[in-house]
Structures are given as C-alpha cells and as structure tokens.
C-alpha cells in the first residue's frame, strides 16, 4: 500500500517562493518516478515536473527555470522547489508515483497573489 502525503503549500505574493514536500509510504519510493502535477480551477491536472529513478528530470515548459525537482530517496521524500512564483502558478498541487500503476496524494493548495 502506497500513501503519499503533500506538504508546504500556502499563499505568497508574485515573485516569491514556496517549497513543497511530498513523503511516500511503502518500500517502492527509490524504484519509482515521482512527479509533480497541478490543477488550476476549471482547468486540467498537468505536469508541472517529474523524476525519475536515475534522477533524470522533466519539466512542464511553463515552469522551467524556476521550479526544481529533487528526491531524497532515503526519507522517500521528493521535494519541488518553486521560485518566481507568477498568479498563473495557482491550483492544487499534487504528488504522483508511478511505478506499475499510478499513486496520488490528497494535494497542498497553493496560491500566488499578484
């Protein structure tokens, strides 16, 4: 059994920075590639940046060069690091695993107010 859990989300002005974490339960963590998405209102869940088991990392064009992903794979923790935040950054942020099937956390909402 799989469970993820977000942390780190919360307001901040324009211009800005937030950290998000996202712990996994479970012995799969280092075989997995975990990935952040979000969901603005009304809008689709996408890819905002993913990781894979070497480390290789992919970005959603929108946030590269201020987002950076990053695994610690002895806490099972990966983390998104996220500056020059802009107010189209808004939605809900969510933590994926994947690894034979997909996993999600419950989300950390995170709002950027211009």
């Known amino acids: 059994q799989v469970r993820l859990v977000e942390s780190g989300g919360g307001l901040v002005q324009a211009g800005g920075s937030l950290s998000l974490s996202c712990v996994a339960s479970?012995?799969?963590?280092?075989?997995?590639?975990m990935g952040w998405y979000r969901q603005a209102p009304g809008k689709a869940r996408e890819l905002v940046a993913q990781?894979?088991?070497?480390?290789?990392?992919n970005y959603g064009d929108s946030v590269k060069g201020r987002f950076t992903i990053s695994r610690d794979n002895t806490k099972s923790t990966v983390y998104l690091q996220m500056n020059s935040l802009k107010p189209e950054d808004t939605g809900d942020y969510y933590c994926?695993?994947?690894?034979?099937?997909?996993?999600w956390g419950p989300g950390t909402q995170v709002t950027v107010s211009s």
């Open positions: 994926n695993l994947s690894w034979a099937q997909s996993y």
């Open positions: 990781i894979s088991n070497d480390g290789t990392t």
């Open positions: 479970g012995s799969i963590f280092r075989m997995s590639t």
